[in-house]
């Protein structure tokens, strides 16, 4: 899965990429501000930290987002092909808004992010409506010529889109249908995809509370309940420096600012969640791995996750919580407590679930 990292210009959104992904960017990279630049982030899963410590496994895999860093968005950036291109392949935006004080980076006006949010969304709901006017327009050619339910389907879902945008509200919170959205997964509509706002605040000795009190301070409480929506906070400048030191000095440091973890790995964990993904987890001697679907997947599809021949051959899933686990201390204690459980293939796996799969192959 996919997130797209926007901003207007000088916010800090490519050094939170670089930060997020730990990707190194060539001078080439950066003298080009148009380049998309792609990189992964592994998401923190405390979870499946313990249980590697209890297993020892020889390989611990995370589960991970693929992050695209596109440059400054604006209206001019918007009618470029190859920029709107790598915008419609991402499943979800990161918006990174400026919050922080700083004379020596340039800023038009006051810091203002939900004026930012607003002027940034008003560019993406502009882009979506000129596609819609678009093909609505060919379908009132191609419906004088043959005139068929799907045609017709699509006309009135798209007037319907165009209405709503034309209230200057996003395709995300457009009530639809699963066949409405399915219908319109073509189009890659940009303000239909889930929105996380990121304010990046300045660096203060009470930066934990900062961070905390931050959406609510700059008016983003509202915006951010919306459907598909969310809002969080980091100081890129204190992230930064984290990311120069060891586990240990870093967890020292975080707690200078009362915090008990970066607001990257909050990001991140925010980022999973708004794109609607959970983790089941495997645990065992070779390797413990968290495996990444989307909400209410069904068992037999989850095994799938793991290879195809899995969800082809599914008898049953043997599962347990991956707490119950810790604390039977193996899967053969747990088994002869009775806290195994045999679940069918319409089973919906739960985030947090330890799965093993029983299978015929």
């Known amino acids: 899965m996919k997130s797209g990292i926007i901003g207007l210009p000088q916010v800090g959104k490519t050094s ?129 010529k043959m005139r068929s339910p799907d045609l017709e389907k699509e006309n009135e879902l798209l007037i319907k889109a165009k209405a709503h945008l034309e209230t200057e509200k996003p395709l995300r919170e457009m009530e639809m249908t699963p066949e409405d959205k399915k219908r319109l997964r073509g189009f890659m509509f940009l303000s239909e995809k889930p929105m996380l706002y990121v304010l990046n605040v300045t660096e203060t000795q009470e930066l934990g509370k900062a961070l905390e009190g931050a959406v609510s301070k700059y008016n983003l409480s509202e915006v951010a309940s919306r459907p598909n929506a969310g809002a969080t906070a980091v100081c890129a400048k204190v992230e930064a420096e984290l990311a120069e030191m060891s586990d240990e000095d870093a967890a020292e440091f975080l707690s200078s600012y009362g915090l008990s973890e970066s607001g990257l790995v909050r990001l991140i964990r925010q980022t999973y969640h708004l794109l609607g993904l959970i983790s089941f987890l495997t645990a065992g001697e070779d390797e413990c791995r968290a495996w990444t679907i989307p909400v209410h997947t069904r068992a037999v599809e989850a095994a799938g996750a793991i290879h195809s021949d899995l969800e082809k051959h599914f008898i049953r899933a043997e599962t347990i919580r991956w707490d119950q686990l810790l604390e039977a201390g193996s899967e053969a204690n747990a088994r002869a407590k009775g806290q195994l459980r045999l679940e069918g293939k319409d089973y919906i796996v739960q985030d947090g679930d330890v799965m093993h799969i029983r299978h015929s192959g």
Do not use: W
């Open 16 to 144: 939170l990429f670089r930060m997020l992904t730990g990707a190194t960017l060539s001078a080439h990279a950066l003298a080009n501000p148009r380049e998309a630049h792609i990189g992964v982030a592994k998401v923190p899963d405390d979870r499946l930290d313990r249980l590697a410590a209890l297993y020892k496994p020889k390989k611990l895999t995370h589960a991970s987002i693929e992050y695209v860093d596109v440059g400054a968005i604006g209206q001019d950036a918007l009618k470029e092909t190859a920029y709107i291109g790598h915008l419609r392949q991402v499943d979800a935006l990161v918006h990174v808004l400026r919050a922080f004080e700083d004379d020596s980076i340039p800023h038009v006006g006051p810091i203002d992010p939900l004026r930012d949010i607003k002027n940034v969304e008003f560019d993406l709901m502009v882009s979506d409506l000129g596609q819609i006017e678009k093909r609505l327009e060919r379908l009132v050619k191609d419906l004088k």
